[in-house]
């Protein structure tokens, strides 16, 4: 795929800026009009592609129920927003560590202690820190910590802004067999259109002393 149709439209609308334009401006601007319009029926044919392929795999990974708790997957969580409908979507941490928690610093070695952690950390990647973000933990001892609360997701690029998680939640789009480099209208499209849901999250995560 060439440049983007925003690419073709823009060198269009330059090109016959101004009252001096000529003839051949005008012919090469609706030269650029028409590869932007072929541009962007490229974009919509490819993001339609796309989203059949995404809808395929969300279905064969659900195996028929949303509802069975499975172990956290960045690419089920991103398909879920795509295609759950806004159902809560259940996951499983057991045995998943979260190298950005500190049972001394975080909770001072203390059974029972509860707080909210932003486990996301750009220089310490986990599973958890990708796909949940900022979560309520209570220390169980023995370096093990679990979710207390479920939490509200949405992953629209536009709406919250979260440029580092939704990078990370992308990785899920792009997985499944998708041509690259993907233009940016087409990411933008397949980074929105969803619907928020809850996490609700069962299992003990391990964490650093």
């Keep these: 795929m060439g440049a983007s149709s925003a690419v073709y439209g823009y060198i269009a609308s330059k090109q016959t ?8 401006d005008r012919e090469t601007a609706m030269s650029y009009q028409e ?56 996951v499983d941490i057991t045995g998943m560590h979260i190298p950005t928690i500190s049972a001394k610093r975080d909770f001072n070695d203390e059974v029972g202690a509860k707080k909210s952690i932003n486990t996301f950390s750009i220089r310490e ?9 900022s979560v309520d933990f209570k220390y169980l001892g023995n370096l093990k910590v679990k979710v207390t609360k479920s939490d509200r997701y949405d992953f629209d690029w536009q709406k919250n802004g979260k440029s580092d998680r939704n990078f990370y939640t992308l990785l899920g789009s792009i997985v499944h067999n998708m041509p690259m480099p993907i233009p940016d209208t087409v990411l933008m499209a397949l980074t929105t259109g969803g619907r928020s849901f809850d996490i609700e999250v069962k299992g003990e995560a391990t964490v650093n002393p």
């Excluded at 990647?125 to 973000?133: R, Y």
């Design 17 to 24: 800026h101004g009252s001096l334009a000529t003839d051949n």
């Design 35 to 90: 590869k932007a319009q072929k541009a962007k029926e490229e974009e919509n044919n490819l993001i339609k592609n796309i989203t059949n392929q995404l809808r395929g795999l969300y279905s064969s990974m659900i195996n028929g129920s949303s509802t069975d708790y499975k172990k956290l997957n960045i690419i089920r969580t991103y398909l879920h927003y795509k295609f759950g409908n806004g159902q809560p979507m259940y």
């Design 125 to 133: 990647l986990s599973m958890i820190g990708v796909t949940l973000g």
